[in-house]
């Protein structure tokens, strides 16, 4: 059984594009989970998806950022426009129900240049 | 809101000596409690979990920790160092209520092993 896959595994974009990173979680998971890690800083929280459904979105930035979790295929989690402070590693963690603790993937690291 | 302080962001230890990582939290009441392990470029591993079962956890590669109520406390320990153990160590918590997967981190603690 495969882990929680990310890819790009490094990602770098110019300040005003837009960064699309990817996360296929583990077989048999519907839940999936977004943190950012930014320097010098832990882990936050950012967006909690289930197949279809955003169910807690409250560490999400209210601009540029989005997530979903469409009924095939990888999560998705969106940054438009992007700016030097988005440069973090992002981690994608999935579960299979809600009460099971999360397995994190390798996460993708956002370089804004 | 929660919030869970790790003392000390860095701890240093000879190989074969005790390993102490030190996590509070703040909640009215007990949440579910974590350690996460994660080693350079790589994604976060579970250490171990309390969820209201037994106060004393054990987890992977020899590692363990008490919950302690009265403390507010959920301590990672290890009897003996291994050069393998150097890493970054997380302490994390979940609400009771929400999803296991819905953590608030500490900062960290980064463990280095001396030979």
């Known amino acids: 059984n495969a882990g929680v896959m990310q890819n790009p595994r490094h990602l770098v974009r110019r300040r005003g594009q837009e960064a699309r990173l990817r996360c296929s979680p583990m077989k048999g998971h519907s839940h999936v989970y977004w943190y950012r890690q930014l320097p010098e800083e832990g882990l936050k929280f950012m967006v909690y998806?289930?197949?279809?459904?955003?169910?807690?979105e409250s560490g999400m930035p209210k601009e540029r950022f989005s997530a979903e979790f469409p009924k095939e295929g990888p999560s998705i989690l969106r940054i438009q426009q992007v700016v030097r402070g988005d440069s973090a590693a992002y981690f994608c963690a999935s579960s299979p129900d809600r009460d099971t603790e999360a397995f994190f993937g390798q996460g993708t690291r956002l370089t804004v240049v | 809101a929660q919030s869970v302080t790790q003392l000390g962001s860095h701890v240093s230890v000879s190989e074969g000596a005790l390993v102490l990582l030190r996590c509070n939290y703040s909640s009215s009441v007990p949440p579910y409690l974590f350690w996460y392990v994660q080693y350079p470029n790589q994604g976060l591993q579970l250490l171990l979990k309390y969820t209201s079962a037994a106060t004393l956890v054990k987890g992977i590669n020899g590692f363990e920790a008490e919950f302690k109520k009265s403390e507010t406390s959920f301590h990672l320990t290890k009897p003996s160092a291994h050069m393998s153990d150097a890493a970054e160590y997380f302490c994390?918590?979940?609400?009771?209520?929400?999803?296991?997967?819905?953590?608030?981190f500490g900062q960290g603690t980064i463990l280095t092993v001396h030979p």
């Open positions: 998806l289930q197949k279809e459904n955003i169910i807690d």
């Open positions: 994390a918590v979940s609400e009771k209520g929400t999803s296991y997967g819905k953590l608030t």
